[in-house]
């Protein structure tokens, strides 16, 4: 029985049509359905009672799922991309997820032709497993800072690699702690006592006879992290080097090489091809964050449509609580969040591409605002997207608690997001830093490209008012536009005017820092924003779905004025009964997705596996199945508990005296 | 050795008299000093393994905790007072919490004398256990419509208590799972086919000899929660009842009474009594919430502190990180928010008082301003001090994700309080509801009192402006709170103006109630900024103490303000470049702080046992301390993993297909 039936009911739209929308292309919806059920019918894939196992247990079932999927992949004849979506829905963080997602691209983007000839067909075949040992014990941003040596001997043409201090041990690589037999480990390169920056070295960590550490390696685990299963599933390592020596070969050598004799040099392959990689790597974090988003956002609508609370009337039901207005008013914007986010990451995957063919012709122009958006997308989108997780979790009232709500593990294991490849105040600062930078070539003559075009109108900006005269004016794009950007604008023009009364700029960056990071927020939403009614100029499909679109859409740019209400007034671009309006269009347009709700979620196409929510399941029916989940716990494998003997009748029989404490 | 020496010698005031000042006397800091030591030497009471451990040993070694806390008040003869505080720095969630904490008091609060008489000496003893039967599977929030019937039986004196439906299970009460063998259950009460709402009934659940359930009751935990350790080591329970007879004293009778032949009559002890338990209890929560944020901000401060990253110059060391301003823009008004809630905590214990000594004179005029304000105080501490401690967590990079920072547990033991004792967003809603009706009375003549007098100024406030010309005049308190009085009385005339449109009030309430929660939010937020001005109006002695707290002060409502930017500009009390202004005065004060920042924290008088943080550790020497803690990690115990040879090793032989998976 579909306890939410009637809410599907209620739906202006197809479903269908915007399940294909949500999916990027019919192509795309068709496998990842294909796959999704796949893994959610294969017992072997179970997740449900992953939040109660110990640590040891829980990683061994991890080492199992890897090696099951791994196999279902090649009995099925899985091509790449059903493999990598197989994976995706697996959805446990697991070593392979480094040795796919990180070793092997560092030696196809870093390594020779050679090289990649050596050991890309071990690595395809995991006849190695690698992880990618970067960041250190006392330095995480600041890659430059890393304290581990790669010393070069040209007596026996090798390199030493060494672990000097405490704080440069390697801390946090996925896969290092207890699986991987290699890693890239980067160090700072010395050869003859001269330091030449840091650089990617393939080391073999441990022996791929008894799998044992070879010698001069020091390797384990880190330890607990932050929730129930979630990232514990990984083996997140600590590595240390005493004086190990690889050959000279071993050395990524395809931006920069050491010869024989101890020469360094740099290739010809340009530098900015990293830049191309980040904005690869941040483009799928921007898609991840949308992903993450609308599975919670799922659970809370689902549990929200479900869930009943007060308002019953003569012995009637109690009100749905996604009827109450502050209900709405926190989950429809979050709806609203996973659309835009979607849609700007499949934005980022046409810059990605447009920026990679730009490189292969030697065109650099676009690099420095590719770089700026990608950074400032990858801030935005996860910072909002681990709030809006929580916030889903609050939603749910005191079940959200329980981790068979679903929402504390995708929380946990989500939440990282915002540390992990540049943590997101430091990469909102180089979004600053840019924007300074295209404030004060303004008037060079140099015309701001792409994102930053809008800087181009800065005069029409830094003058105009906002038109709006009644609420539903907040429906034009083109006045919705302006308004982001006249904020964006003025918020960077005045970052800039009070860095000009510092003498020394950098004092002045760091003083300025705050401002500064909102600014970027600014200019950051824009780009979110604008991709969002980019994307609804579009031809799209099926009946309602565009409509539910552009109100989905309002709500994201209405709830963000309203939001940063206090910029656009400070800006003076807005009046405060302008602002108000903008807030009653708002409301109106929840009223338009309120019954599209359950609908728009079900867009998504989540198998109730993947979800790993009992709130959240598809069919409504929470409370008994939240029952029977409960007698699962171990706690429950015995009426009267462990330790009852022992601490608990000896206290109510009066003889704690003679227990054994 | 002290890596911390240096930042504490920059301070600038007296750190044991800021101690006495953040405990509240130099008595209540002796005895919080003494017991916290305690407990630190006490390896009967260690906790650093707590976050590795699965849920049946986890729970096993609280009930070994909770009996040996037990054994030690008993041992040492402590007073209550000190029991009370040993149980708290013990910092583990238990049964003993209920018991002692809801279980006890609801006896003394709803029981008659001759009750209180029989049940209460056993629970003292503890030789019953004791919870709180309330929240339900399918209610929560809405105590009225709770499910479980008490119906009464005059044939045999007896209630019979009932879960007629799956949603009419007990669920969430802490202590029941596994421990409790009494329960004060809240059930409609049913005398002869009539209703008469929600009373509370003493029941026995489980056989004080066999610790079995007894007949008719269905009893278990209800499963794993958020996080690691956390508050898993609380058996929160589900139970059932199958027509389970209890004798008639057992229901709670001071309030109300059914008599032999079944007539259901008042007492005359006032209902009104209840809000005053109410006030009790959110005073406690305000003080939790000074407690926990106060000491993840230690810990974020402490390491923040330690840490470095960039900025090295000529080979020097980097940046402390605490020295950035985005740094300090997120961590310093958390600082501040801590002491601001300690301080407002402390008034609510005056408020407490007041109260009481007004109820037992009859007197209730003063109950719905003390109710909204303790409603509205628990919401807006408890909200910002779970944000916050993941800020915290946030602001300790990659780290903070780690159990061992202690951050991770912190926050899920936390984040609870947003929803207990009255969901957050509903109890904004319950403040706003009383704003309208303070705001509908004005004209009558009626004046109002306490923290609701401001609006007697209505008048003035409505049409006064910020005089604010230069960025110190935002230090002058007066000027402060005109502004803060100013926005709550705008933002609640304008709410007033806007459901004066509807012609069913309650509509409009519904359709507006995102507006009125910030009106609510803004009534709050002056409240506690001008406690925390009070406070200052008082003797503080201390060299240099009563100029940090000014600070401290300034910090926590210029913060504000800036967060707030809107509301004060949209009702056009502040210019946008006073409230610019207000941006320069707060970047001065965070300056004015940073030397002082670690000797703030140390005010706090934590111990590390009770911090339970390697980056937070008094000595400040975090890396060998996190180096070593990763060791302990159960994967550690050997080193290559166990399912290596199964799942690991045949996908590097190429021998998946022969794996037993």
Chains 1, 2 share one sequence.
């Not at 006849?127 to 990618?132: E, F, N, R, V």
């Not at 929580?390 to 540390?419: D, I, M, N």
């Amino acid at each position: 029985m579909d306890y939410l039936a009637d809410e599907r009911k209620k739906a202006e739209f197809d479903v269908d049509e915007m399940k294909i929308v949500w999916a990027g292309s019919r192509h795309a919806f068709e496998v990842s359905d294909r796959i999704s059920k796949l893994v959610a019918n294969d017992p072997g894939f179970r997740k449900d009672t992953r939040t109660m196992l110990a640590r040891k247990e829980l990683f061994k079932n991890t080492l199992r799922k890897a090696a099951y999927a791994w196999k279902r992949i090649h009995d099925l004849h899985l091509s790449e991309e059903e493999a990598s979506r197989l994976r995706f829905y697996v959805d446990e963080p697991a070593y392979t997820d480094l040795h796919w997602g990180m070793f092997v691209p560092a030696i196809k983007g870093q390594g020779t032709d050679e090289q990649q000839k050596k050991w890309l067909p071990l690595a395809y075949k995991m006849q190695i497993i690698g992880c990618y040992a970067q960041t250190e014990l006392g330095h995480g941003s600041n890659v430059q800072g890393l304290e581990t040596t790669a010393t070069f001997d040209p007596q026996t043409d090798e390199f030493v690699i060494h672990s000097p201090t405490l704080t440069s041990s390697k801390w946090w690589p996925g896969g290092l702690g207890k699986v991987s037999t290699h890693g890239v480990v980067y160090a700072r390169l010395i050869i003859n006592g001269e330091e030449h920056g840091i650089h990617g070295f393939i080391v073999q960590l441990r022996s791929l006879e008894d799998h044992l550490p070879l010698p001069g390696v020091t390797v384990g685990d880190i330890g607990m992290k932050f929730g129930n299963g979630a990232y514990n599933t990984m083996d997140n390592g600590v590595l240390r080097f005493d004086h190990v020596r690889i050959p000279r070969n071993q050395m990524l050598m395809r931006v920069s090489q050491v010869t024989r004799d101890g020469k360094y040099k740099q290739s010809d392959v340009p530098r900015q091809l990293v830049y191309g990689t980040m904005v690869y790597v941040r483009q799928t974090i921007v898609a991840d964050a949308s992903c993450a988003l609308s599975r919670a956002v799922t659970i809370a609508t689902r549990y929200s449509a479900v869930r009943r609370q007060f308002g019953s009337q003569n012995g009637g039901p109690e009100t749905q609580v996604i009827d109450y207005k502050t209900q709405q008013n926190r989950l429809f914007p979050l709806l609203a969040s996973a659309y835009a986010f979607k849609f700007v990451g499949e934005w980022l995957t046409w810059l990605y591409n447009d920026v990679t063919q730009r490189l292969q012709a030697s065109d650099f122009s676009t690099l420095p605002e590719a770089h700026a958006c990608t950074a400032g997308l990858k801030s935005l989108t996860t910072t909002a997207t681990a709030d809006g997780i929580e916030e889903c979790r609050k939603l749910c009232g005191g079940h959200g608690y329980l981790c068979s709500s679903g929402l504390p593990e995708l929380f946990a294991v989500y939440v990282p997001a915002c540390t992990y490849e540049g943590d997101n105040t430091v990469l909102l600062l180089q979004v600053a830093r840019f924007l300074m930078k295209t404030v004060s070539q303004l008037g060079s003559g140099k015309k701001p490209l792409g994102t930053i075009s809008y800087m181009g109108k800065i005069e029409h900006l830094m003058q105009s008012r906002c038109t709006v005269q009644k609420a539903e004016d907040w429906l034009k794009p083109s006045q919705v536009l302006e308004a982001f950007e006249a904020r964006a604008v003025k918020m960077a023009v005045s970052c800039a005017k009070n860095l000009s009364k510092f003498t020394n700029p950098e004092e002045g960056f760091a003083e300025l820092s705050a401002d500064l990071v909102e600014a970027a927020v600014a200019h950051c939403q824009l780009i979110v924003v604008s991709k969002f009614i980019d994307k609804l100029q579009q031809d799209i499909p099926g009946k309602g779905v565009k409509q539910q679109l552009e109100a989905l859409c309002g709500i994201y740019y209405l709830y963000l004025l309203h939001k940063h209400q206090g910029d656009f007034l400070a800006t003076s671009y807005l009046t405060p009964k302008q602002a108000a309006l903008a807030n009653d269009q708002l409301r109106a347009l929840y009223t338009k997705v309120r019954p599209n709700a359950v609908a728009l979620v079900d867009s998504f196409n989540y198998t109730d596996h993947f979800l790993g929510s009992i709130l959240g399941c598809y069919d409504g029916n929470v409370y008994p199945k939240l029952y029977d989940a409960a007698w699962k716990d171990p706690l429950n494998d015995s009426v009267v508990p462990e330790g009852y003997h022992e601490y608990v009748r000896p206290l109510l029989k009066q003889q704690l005296h003679t227990a054994k404490l």
